[in-house]
């Protein structure tokens, strides 16, 4: 699972380091959560394209995923996109996607953000209409650690694995929880490392010391970071056996 790509040195640091890890790791499966993937907010059809051909398989969102208008009719093609399960219904796309035995589901929490439908309730009722142990991973959309560990252990058992996005800050709670889910609270971010959570530092402190509305960019200057987590799943129980941090950093964006 690869961290929240931010515009185009998100792209780029994927479609340079993800096929040598796919080769180097062994790795099966890639989700990557693509939201802000386009500019920094949303994601088009042809951020979509960067990141399938450089090795990612599914492509989860969350509350950005409607920035971009150009990608909603594309919500409902055959592109391995998926948008947060608990939007009300009636909304363009699914939450919800099986590719190549595995499903994937995304999730949008609501401390501090959207107060859309509830994701545990929603989780339940996916989680229902599934044959036992099949492999499920699941993209925890949050603002809150606490929604997002609270999300872990609800699920615990039930899925393979609970992935937090959102917050674009990696964090060190890697761990399988005590009936078998593989947990961390935020994968992170792929994008430029001298930022503010992906956007350009001057313009991010000018809005905290103005309280003015800034226009926020992209930052492209200095080197980039990669930030995901490896999963290894058991296939006959569809439980984790195993949960690491893989986060590499490259040079110069030039």
């Known amino acids: 699972m690869v961290g929240d790509a931010v515009g185009r040195p998100g792209r780029r640091a994927i479609a340079a380091l993800l096929p040598a890890l796919r080769r180097e790791l062994a790795i099966d ?8 993937a386009a500019g920094g907010r949303g994601l088009s059809v042809s951020a979509a394209q960067e990141l399938m051909e450089a090795g990612v398989d599914v492509i989860t969102s969350g509350n950005h995923i409607w920035d971009q208008k150009e990608i909603i009719p594309h919500l409902e093609s055959e592109l391995p996109i998926v948008r947060p399960l608990n939007y009300p219904p009636g909304l363009p796309g699914t939450g919800i ?3 190549r035995g595995v499903t994937v589901i995304n999730l949008q929490g609501r ?5 859309i439908d509830c994701p545990f309730r929603k989780a339940d009722k996916a989680l229902a209409q599934m044959p036992p142990k099949s492999i499920v991973i699941v993209d925890m959309h949050a603002e809150a650690t606490s929604e997002k560990v ?4 609800y699920l615990d058992g039930r899925v393979s694995a609970v992935l937090g996005t959102h917050t674009h800050v990696g ?5 399988i929880l005590p009936k078998g889910t593989a947990y961390v609270s935020d994968v992170g971010m792929v994008g430029a490392k001298d930022s503010v959570i992906g956007d350009e530092v001057e313009a991010v402190i000018r809005r ?9 960019e992209v930052a492209r200057r200095g080197g980039l970071i990669f930030n995901s987590v490896l999963v290894e ?3 006959e ?8 941090r893989v986060d590499r950093e490259i040079g110069n964006d030039k």
């Not at 609270?150 to 252990?153: E, K, S, T, V, Y």
């Not at 964090?171 to 761990?175: G, K």
Request: aromatic share 8%; hydrophobic share 50%; net charge negative.
């Open 237 to 244: 129980t569809a439980l984790a056996e195993r949960i690491e």
């Open 111 to 115: 401390v501090f953000m959207t107060n």
């Open 150 to 153: 609270a999300m872990g252990w």
């Open 29 to 36: 499966f890639v989700i990557a959560n693509g939201e802000n």
């Open 171 to 175: 964090t060190v709670d890697t761990r």
């Open 208 to 216: 905290f010391l103005t309280a003015m509305p800034v226009r926020l």
């Open 97 to 99: 996607i099986e590719h």
């Open 233 to 235: 799943i058991d296939e």
